[in-house]
């Protein structure tokens, strides 16, 4: 064995499974998992579909109460289901058969984009008061965020194409990059117009006047 091989993460070669057929064995790692990977996957993928929850309710709500929400507004929830969906598959791979090739850097990468898109949201909703005083460092975090996650599918290609990743995982991050898109895209366009519905709503609520 060389050097150079010596030194790659001892992580099984991509499946040669296609299709549905590679995705089944992909989910089907799930039955790997040991506690401390259960705690890890229920509380990211449940802080997600909390997302989901809180902004598709709220939407839902204002609507149902004749709130003037703008389209934009729909597609806050939306791009978080999408999102909550591929990380819930990509997940699965981080916890098991990838756990060791992302230890290091590519785990940093994936907690400051944790971080960072968190925070973005955050002050996306303290912007409702706030205004500039919270949008601005919410833009910035958000065009962060974005910008570590280029940064985080480098290094996904890169180890695709040394044969240590796969489709699904490849795909997923497609997703996850699609929802979190449609979700901030939506989101900010949503600020722009004036968070119209958003009194409206938190009065159907019982939070406003």
């Known amino acids: 064995m060389s050097a150079r091989a010596s030194l ?12 549905l057929s590679a995705i089944a064995v992909y989910i089907g790692r799930i039955r790997e998992f040991r506690r401390d990977d259960w705690i890890v996957y229920l509380a990211w993928v449940g802080l997600m579909v909390g997302l989901c929850c809180a902004t598709g309710g709220f939407v839902a709500l204002g ?4 709130a003037p929400l703008p389209a934009e507004a729909g597609l806050v929830p939306l791009g978080a289901v999408i999102f909550t969906f591929a990380i819930a598959i990509d997940t699965i791979g981080h916890r098991t058969i990838y756990k060791q090739a992302l230890r290091g850097g ?6 400051i984009i944790i971080g960072l898109g968190i925070a973005s949201c955050v002050l996306l909703c303290a912007a409702y008061h706030g205004g500039a005083t919270f949008a601005i460092p919410a833009l910035v975090l958000t065009i962060l965020s974005f910008l570590y996650s280029l940064v985080d599918e480098g290094m996904h290609w890169r180890r695709y194409l040394t044969g240590r990743s796969d489709v699904v995982e490849m795909w997923s991050h497609v997703f996850i ?5 449609v979700m901030m895209t939506g989101w900010w366009l949503w600020y722009a117009h004036g968070y119209r ?4 709503t938190l009065v159907a609520l019982g939070l406003g006047s």
């Open 8 to 19: 790659l993460p001892d992580v099984p070669a991509a499946q040669p499974a296609t299709g």
């Open 63 to 66: 609507r149902h109460a004749g």
């Open 106 to 111: 590519e785990a940093m990468v994936h907690h």
């Open 177 to 181: 990059l699609l929802g979190h898109g």
């Open 197 to 200: 519905g958003v009194a409206e």
